[in-house]
Structures are given as C-alpha cells and as structure tokens.
C-alpha cells in the first residue's frame, strides 16, 4: 500500500551552512543503498526533508532493510500518497489507511497536518479536527490522546497529500563521505569489522588493509577477510581493500628479534606500512578494532609502543568496549558470524608463549635495529606488491 518514504536525519540538521552539503551526501548514500532493491526509485530533497518514491512495483521489506544501512538516516517512514480529490475523498482514504495500519483498534491516536502549499481551503487545525471526527466515528473503539498518542497520524499538504504515522529507526550517524576518508586494518576478527562500521558511522569513508602471509595464512583466511569487507560495504559503500604480503616481514622479524616482542614489532610495521598506503589514498587516520587490555598487544603500554610509529591519528573506537559488548554490534551488523569462522590469523601464527605485556620503546627499537636497512627493502617490496581489490555488498 505505501507507494514512497520520507526520511528523517537528525544531526544533519545542526550543521548551519554545511547543512546542504551533508544532505546531498545522505541523498546519494540513499541511491546507492536503492540500487541493491528491485524496482525504481526517486530521491527528491525539498524544504528540509528527503522523500523516496517508487515509480514502479517494489518489495517493501527489502526495500526498507536497504534504508536502515543508510548512515544519517534517523527515520524512515512510509507514505501513502492520496491525490487532492476534495475533503470527502480525503477523510475517506486516511479513514481506509488507518483501518489497513491498524487492525487492533484498541488504540489512542492524533492527527497532525501540515499545510506545505496554503491554498489549501482549510488550515491545520480544520485538518486535525475534521479528521480526528471522520476517524472515531468509523471507529468506535478508537480515541483521541492529544498529549501521548500511540498514533501520530500526519497529514502533509503538498501538491499530493501525504499520510504517514510509522517511524522505523535508523541506524543514525552521519552520512559516508561527510566525513573524509581513513584507511581500516581489516584482520578476520571480530573487532576489526565492528571498528570499522562504527568510524563510518560517522560519515568517514572507509578503505581497507589487509596483511596476510602465505603460505602461513590460507587462500580461505583472505577469502574470510574480502568476505568481511563486503559485508561492512553494505553500510560504507565500496571499499578498496589492499592485500600486503607481510610473510618475508615477518620471517625476518622472527629470524632478528626476541620472540617475545614478535607481535609488538610486527605490530608496528603494520602500522608503518597501513600509514604508508593510507597517506597515498588520501586517508586522513587509520583504524584498528583494539581495545585496552583485550590481548598482550594491546595493554595500554603496548598500545603507546604501537602507536608511536604513526604521524596520523589512530581512531580506535572500540578502545572502552568489552568484548561481549563487540559481539553485540557485530552480531547486529551481520559480521559475527563470518568472523568467527576458524582461520589462521597472521598476528598469531609465530606468537610468543609469552609474549611482552609492558613494552619498553627504547628496549624495542633498540631490538628493531637488528633489522638493518633490509626491513625497508622488505616494507618497499611489500607496498610494491600490494593487490588492491574493489569490494562491494552483494546479497
Ligand atoms: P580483530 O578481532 O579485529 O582481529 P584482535 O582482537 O584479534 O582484533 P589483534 O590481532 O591484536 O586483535 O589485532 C588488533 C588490531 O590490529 C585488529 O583489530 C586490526 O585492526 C589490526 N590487525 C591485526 N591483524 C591484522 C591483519 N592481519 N591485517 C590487518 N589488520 C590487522
Ligand atoms: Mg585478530
């Protein structure tokens, strides 16, 4: 029965000048997320609001799971159009709609209209109460709450009229591509994907690095991984996600220093590199789903040890989570289910029985001086060598 939708955004509307700005971003953010439904779609922005309408048949459910990975979006409501045919007609058809919508009616309603065009021959408040009165006598059972209705029944005059009184929830934020772009250290976890919706979430763009090390690290590992950067797609848009050998970095890394600090340096060479590609792509910061304390790399000491080979900001929005918190989104976001899948991951393949948990930087980049000019060769040929594949959401 609903033939469009109105979308609602929140913040966007705070942002003063820029305001046009971000709603055209949500504006495309919208047609994208329509490409992936079956039918035809326009997206109109007027007065401050953004409307969807079908301009052929489509599958409503379908259509408003697309809607909800749209970043920005606070609402998403689904309109019925009706045609100005007169009053009469009018009440008939809101009458019809709320006998469709609402089949129990054991319910308190109100009716709210707004007059976009004034030539309207009633105002607002005729509107609200000549069909308030259409509505309880049809209904019975039905009554008026004016302060805390269950129904919010809008009417908008426009050159059709709109009726519409459900709201489905959004996933909020800002829409991608408000919010420039930064480059996420994607591993098979269940973290890093989660790390990455949420930056994105924030309007930032998202592409991906990932490290793996064959023969170490299995063909299936970084199938997981393009997997998993699919499906954050869904909710980011495409992703260039860059594949780095990091095999002879690491060999050479066990071969020159202490075993325990293995995963720290190899930590940081992640990083180095991730900045390197991140730098060239227009990045403006890194991500990584760490959290403090999750794991030996990531005490708050092994995080300083870590970050101090970057120049950028490291977002880690995870940092104060616990992990059952971090299951929670992904399970929500639909990536849980592929991270836990049992692949080798490439941190964990030479770890350490006991790897350092309170690194001292002077102690280990001392260690790292064993590494000689070499280790840059091996990080040149690493950046030479990197695959970049596009990813993008398919069903
Ligand atoms: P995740 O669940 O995201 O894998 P984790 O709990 O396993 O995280 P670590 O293995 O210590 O933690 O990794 C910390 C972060 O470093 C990850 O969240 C990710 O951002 C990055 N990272 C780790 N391994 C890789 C890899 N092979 N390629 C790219 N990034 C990685
Ligand atoms: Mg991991």
């Known amino acids: 029965m609903f033939t469009a939708f109105l979308i609602k955004y929140a913040e966007i509307g705070i942002k003063g000048k820029n305001r046009h700005l971000f709603e055209e971003a949500l504006a495309q953010q919208i047609k994208y997320a329509l490409k992936r439904c079956e039918g035809e779609f326009k997206v109109t922005r007027t007065q401050g609001r953004i409307y969807v309408d079908a301009l052929s048949e489509f599958d409503y459910e379908e259509t408003v799971e697309e809607l909800k990975t749209v970043f920005g979006v606070s609402g998403i409501c689904p309109v019925v159009y009706a045609e100005d045919e007169g009053f009469e007609k009018l009440a008939e058809r809101v009458v019809k709609y709320m006998d469709e919508v609402y089949p129990d009616k054991k319910i308190t309603f109100k009716v709210q209209a707004r007059r976009a065009r004034k030539n309207y021959p009633m105002d607002s408040m005729q509107i609200n109460c000549e069909l308030g009165g259409a509505i309880l006598e049809a209904f019975p059972e039905i009554k008026v709450d004016v302060h805390k209705p269950d129904v919010l029944l809008n009417i908008e005059i426009r050159e059709k009229i709109y009726i519409y009184s459900i709201e489905i929830p959004g996933p909020g ?73 990091f095999t002879d970095i690491q060999l050479y890394i066990y071969e020159k220093c202490p075993h325990e600090e293995l995963t720290i340096i190899m930590r940081r060479y992640m990083m180095k590199i991730a900045e390197k ?119």
């Open 173 to 245: 934020g800002m829409p991608v591509g408000s919010n420039g772009k930064a480059m996420l250290l994607l591993s098979g976890g269940i973290d890093s994907p989660v790390a990455g919706y949420m930056v994105s979430k924030r309007g930032v763009k998202i592409d991906a690095v990932y490290f793996h090390a064959p023969p170490y690290t299995s063909d299936r590992a970084k199938q997981k991984v393009i997997d998993l950067a699919k499906l954050v797609s869904r909710y980011t848009g495409p992703i260039y996600l860059h594949i780095i050998n």
């Open 277 to 395: 590609i991140a730098k060239d792509t227009e990045c403006l910061g890194l991500i990584t789903g760490e959290s403090i304390g999750q794991v030996a790399s990531q005490t708050i000491q092994s995080l300083a040890v870590t970050n101090e080979v970057c120049t950028l900001p490291v977002f880690r929005p995870l940092i104060g989570f616990d992990k059952m918190e971090i299951v929670d989104i992904s399970e929500k976001i639909g990536t849980y289910e592929t991270s836990i899948l049992p692949y080798e991951d490439c941190c964990t393949i030479f770890v350490a029985k006991h790897p350092v948990t309170k690194p001292n930087l002077n102690v280990i980049k001392r260690h790292e001086q064993n590494l000689e000019e070499k280790i840059d060769e091996l990080v040149q040929t690493a950046l030479d060598t990197d695959e970049m594949i596009v990813v993008n959401w398919e069903k």
